[in-house]
């Protein structure tokens, strides 16, 4: 089975925190119809002028957070 968890944005109520727990509950709520986080697609938002217009507070998602939140949804083993 294939998912996806995206887009990953930052702004004052979705921090790195936040969707390192909403990706874990994600994979614990599949546990039993997947046996592996294999194909699993992550994106990050892409500030179109559409976007930054509807959604004034989010921001671009710095390499930085980018590295931090891959790497923590690799930790989780799932």
Same mark, same amino acid.
């Given at each position: 089975m294939g998912w996806r968890y995206d887009p990953i944005f930052l702004d004052a109520r979705h921090s790195v925190e936040w969707h390192i727990s909403e990706f874990a509950e994600v994979a614990e709520n599949l546990a039993g119809y997947t046996?592996? $986080? *294999? +194909? $699993? *697609? +992550?994106?990050?938002i892409d500030l179109y002028e559409k976007v930054k217009r509807n959604f004034p507070a989010v921001k671009a998602v710095p390499r930085a957070n980018r590295l931090t939140l891959g790497k923590s949804y690799v930790k989780l083993n799932i």
């Open positions: 046996k592996t $986080c *294999v +194909i $699993c *697609v +992550i994106s990050f």
